[in-house]
């Protein structure tokens, strides 16, 4: 039971060992006859030509773009808070109102208005995440329509597209800010734990402060309008 298909095989022909059992014999004497020569897979191309990208594709096939890709991309993207946006785009994260927690109080925990804790809600329609927007948007000109969720989420992706390091770094601050804003959420409803809303604008724009200090950017006019505008002094960077 142990052996392998090739000890069964000498030059392209089957050789098998005696048989004494009748049962085996049979299904032996119906195996289809064989042929000596190198076997072969074939894979037939609707294009014809066959390449590393062609087999690439056929296994993995394209899908189209969709409109949020850039939100996700950038040389400021912090892994963490882009796991958050990610899950916050896909509708992934588990909000009140999702079907499956309908038993439980929908209730916004970050506000005191008893508003039903949904996306366009939390996502800065909600008193305190309104306010940490605000803070946020006076420190670093942020605009933000707030419009409703997929309507900004649209907006940004597509007012912040692009490789300049100024947008990059708005792409990010919106992944910290949804990321900390989600992390109060979880510690008022699970550990009974609140922060203010300056507390929290002030950890994100420090984290996204200190990325940009530590990132290794060159030395052009994109660099130093990301630096006057997140008011970074020459010297605390590596790079100049």
């Known amino acids: 039971m142990d052996d392998y298909l090739d000890t069964i095989i000498v030059d392209g022909g089957w ?9 085996c014999l049979q299904i032996v004497q119906d195996l289809p006859t064989i042929y000596g020569g190198t076997d072969v897979i074939t894979c037939r191309l609707p294009w014809g030509t066959l390449s590393n990208k062609a087999a690439y594709e056929l296994f993995h096939p394209l899908w189209p773009k969709v409109a949020w890709f850039s939100l996700l991309l950038g040389s400021l993207k912090i892994p963490r808070n882009n796991f958050i946006l990610w899950l916050a785009i896909l509708n992934r994260l588990s909000t009140l109102d999702k079907p499956w927690v309908q ?11 008893g508003q ?38 649209t907006w940004a992706a597509q007012k912040w597209r692009g490789k300049h390091v100024v947008n990059a770094s708005y792409r990010s601050l919106l992944a910290s800010l949804l990321y900390h804003i989600w992390q109060e959420r979880n510690c008022r409803r699970f550990q009974n734990v609140e922060r203010l809303a300056s507390t929290i604008a002030y950890l994100v724009l420090e984290e ?14 994109s660099s130093i309008a990301l630096f006057r505008l997140w008011r970074i002094p020459w010297h605390e960077t590596a790079t100049y």
């Open 116 to 153: 039903s804790e949904t996306y366009s809600h939390l996502f800065f329609r909600c008193r305190f995440s309104h306010q940490c927007l605000m803070l946020i948007r006076r420190q670093v000109r942020l605009l933000w329509p707030n419009r409703g969720w997929d309507c900004d989420i």
């Open 15 to 23: 050789h098998w060992p005696i048989i004494t059992d009748f049962h």
């Open 208 to 221: 996204v402060r200190q990325h940009i200090i530590s990132a290794e950017l060159p030395c052009n006019i």
């Open 103 to 113: 038993h439980l109080d929908d209730a916004c925990v970050l506000c005191v208005g």
